[in-house]
């Protein structure tokens, strides 16, 4: 069955930097565009960004362009958020997504 497990969450003071994995099983990786998604207290869930299937093409949220780079390890089936200069408007459970299917969410929360 298809699984998304992501980790990497955690807190950190304005300014500072993360780094979200998420690891998939239970289908081909390769074949699938995957995305990050975060859902802040009280917010609707939002879509922050998305990478093709090999790689090739990403796409952000605005309020994240700059800051945030989405990458994938095919070999390893994982993709990854990479959270610099991060703001405490960031502060929300981060999920990992493929269509059809939602990790169990990780917390991120940007604090002094």
Do not use: H
């Amino acid at each position: 069955q298809v699984q998304l497990v992501e980790s990497g969450g955690g807190l950190v003071q304005p300014g500072g930097s993360l780094r979200l994995s998420c690891a998939a099983s239970g289908f081909t990786f390769s074949s699938y565009a995957m995305r990050w998604y975060r859902q802040a207290p009280g917010k609707e869930r939002e879509l922050v960004a998305t990478i093709t299937s090999a790689g090739g093409v990403k796409t952000y949220t605005d309020s994240v362009k700059g800051r945030f780079t989405i990458s994938r390890d095919n070999a390893k089936s994982t993709v990854y958020l990479q959270m610099n200069s991060l703001k405490p408007e960031d502060t929300a459970v981060y999920y990992c997504w493929r269509n059809g299917y939602w990790g169990q969410g990780t917390q991120v929360t940007v604090s002094s």
